[in-house]
């Protein structure tokens, strides 16, 4: 049995949805109908001293990137940016390439999104600005350690639930997820990581992770996270990012960077480093691969005869 999809594969219909990655939408969609029950839940209240100068700082009415802007900068942009570019430079696939890229630039905002909202309820560190938020009454005395429920006289609940979910950072975590995997995404089309192609080309890849590091550190000036929340939050989305585009997608230092991983597989292509090949680099592989859709490869024969001894 091929254990990479339960022996699915015998079925000839079954290489359709699995080369199309079906499971992978439909888990999409059922984080998409969880999102919605764990992001409501309420965040663990840590206790705190009313003097902790690092929860005092004032509540900030304006932010400097709001949630509306965030999710135009990180994750609606970056998604029509992939769609545009991979219809244009693409010669071959155009909708099949088009669509894996998209399933993992979707899967990376998900889970991140997902991802950090349970860890912000769980955690439950308060932001900076919390002691704003609470409206402390006037009888509560400095270095005790209180409640919210004890000292917080706030008739605005929600505002003090989002109170506790400083760690880690979402503006942060979203904004690497989706600007992050389009950098990398970017850093494989232009086969940056070769040694003959051009400074510019990298410099223009990297353009979305240094707006992502703008959105995350925007975060700290406006009093709603710790630098250690931004770091985090950021490592958090940079990982799920990365994880997402190599599920789709080989190496930047790929033979084949800017090709499907599907599509080098499929077409017995070698995805070797770039140290290995030089002028061939630059030769575009999408003429090498057919365009039928080939029949998967028989994963168990190629291993080892004593594997299973």
Not at 11 to 25: E, G, H, Q, Y
Not at 98 to 127: A, C, E, H, M, Q
Not at 242 to 249: C, D, L, Q
């Amino acid at each position: 049995m091929n254990r990479l999809n339960f022996g699915l594969d015998s079925f000839p219909k079954a290489k359709i949805l699995l080369r199309w990655r079906v499971t992978d939408a439909l888990f999409i969609i059922l984080i998409m109908l969880l999102y919605g029950l764990f992001y409501n839940l309420p965040p663990f209240e840590r206790q705190f001293f009313i003097n902790d100068l690092t929860i005092s700082h004032p509540f900030k009415e304006h932010e400097i990137v709001p949630n509306k802007e965030l999710f135009f900068y990180a994750a609606f942009t970056p998604f029509f940016l992939l769609i545009i570019s991979s219809l244009i430079i693409t010669p071959k696939h155009r909708f099949y390439v088009t669509y894996l890229t998209l399933l993992g630039f979707v899967s990376s905002i998900l889970f991140t999104s997902f991802l950090t909202d349970i860890l912000k309820n769980w955690i439950g560190r308060p932001r900076p600005d919390f002691i704003s938020r609470c409206d402390v009454t006037s009888t509560a005395l400095e270095n005790v350690l209180y409640t919210a429920s004890q000292v917080c006289q706030t008739e605005d609940l929600e505002k003090l639930k989002d109170g506790f979910r400083s760690c880690p950072s979402g503006h942060s975590s979203i904004s690497w997820a989706g600007l992050g995997y389009l950098s990398l995404w970017l850093l494989g089309q232009t086969c940056s990581a070769h040694h003959g192609t051009g400074l510019w080309r990298t410099l223009i890849s990297i353009i979305p992770t240094i707006i992502a590091t703008l959105i995350a550190l925007s975060r700290t000036q406006d009093y709603r996270h710790r630098f250690s929340d931004v770091t985090i939050g950021s490592l958090v989305g940079a990982l799920i990012g990365y994880w997402s585009y190599r599920r789709y997608f080989p190496s930047i230092k790929s033979r084949f960077c800017y090709m499907p991983t599907q599509l080098i597989v499929e077409n017995n292509l070698s995805s070797n480093n770039y140290l290995l090949h030089e002028n061939e680099d630059f030769e575009d592989g999408y003429h090498l691969i057919s365009t039928q859709i080939p029949a998967e490869p028989d994963l168990e024969n190629q291993l080892p005869h004593n594997y299973n001894q």
